[in-house]
């Protein structure tokens, strides 16, 4: 496929979770905030050079990841990891299995516009037998349970709860997590996959708060399902949600800006779309991939390299992911959940 444009493609990834916030005189949870005048220190890139970092700075804060700079992860060993686990998507669809119809390519500029101008909607055929293997069907599952307007709380039934067990069980079977927690585990970021899969469960689906103080959202919720927040759709960066939402005629697809380099699935796109009465400005997506290859990709980069660009590359092309941490929100020894994440392809 071929870049209409050349851009950078963004692709919005949450993941975070409205759990403890350490007082403000320690670094704990707060590496890389954004600058805040009233704390009485700070843990910002920059506080060394003004000399107002807190005392735990440098012990906290003065690493790549959640380890030391001995133990950092390479930009060479990211990228060797990426086409593994590039590889190792056997669960994603072939050349056969979906037919796209992307019809007309607008430029960056024209995104506002919010103008319809693709009658025909963007999946002519998706070979819905995908959607039977064990860890599609178990994200299926996920999809529908979440309120997607923020400032309204969330809350999970037992069912529900069980849906995500099942989810993180049935990826963990897979040759793309197996190689994920294979790599972090010689990187000695986790000592058991017990200990990495009770990480992923903090991290995708633990609540946190992004309207008011409701524990309104999650990471898997705004990435793969989509939400609403002041009148435009945030998230939604999902091939299979949206394919499942066009059939049910509650998604309208409007154009598109980018088509990836790759001659094969998985590919990204960058769109325009309506949701239901919302209008998507730019929804970047991997096409006909496997939830566990989104979810490996996702979570390798926030683990390596927390609100840094994560330099990977996928069948010989770079792709870059950027995340962000959430302020207010830790787990575990300070760690941060991924609030935003941008994909970024540059295609010359």
Known sequence: MRAC?????????????????????????????AFDKHHPCHCNARC?????????FESLCGHEGFSHSSDAISKEELQSVSEKIYSADTNKARKEDIVLNSQNCIL????????????????????EKLFSKPTYAAFINLLNNYQRATGRGEHFTAQELAEQDTFLREIMKTAVMKELYGFLHQ???????????SDLKNMWFGLYSRSKEERDSSGFEHVFSGE????????????IRFYMQEQEGLVDY????????????????????????????????????????????????????PGKVCQLSL???PLAIQTYTWNKSTYGNGKKYIATAYVVSSIH
Request: glycine share 8%; hydrophobic share 35%.
């Open 5 to 33: 444009v050349p851009l950078i493609v963004a692709m919005l990834c949450g993941l975070a979770w409205a759990g403890l916030y350490l007082a403000p005189s320690s670094c704990q949870g707060r590496c890389l905030e």
């Open 48 to 56: 060394p050079e003004f000399g107002n970092c807190c005392e735990d």
């Open 108 to 127: 960056p500029s024209e995104t506002r516009d919010q103008v319809d101008r693709c009658p025909e909607p963007l999946f002519t055929y998706v070979n």
């Open 187 to 197: 990187q000695n970021r986790y000592s058991s996959e017990q200990e990495f899969v």
């Open 228 to 239: 609403v927040k002041k009148g435009k759709v945030t998230g939604f960066h999902n091939w």
């Open 254 to 305: 409007y154009s598109h800006i980018y088509d990836g380099p790759w001659d094969s699935y998985p590919d990204v796109l960058a769109m325009q779309f309506n949701w239901d009465g919302y209008y998507k400005e730019v929804g970047s997506a991997f096409i006909g991939s496997s939830p566990e290859f989104e979810m490996a990709l996702y979570s390798l980069c926030f683990i390596a390299r």
């Open 315 to 317: 069948g010989g092309h």
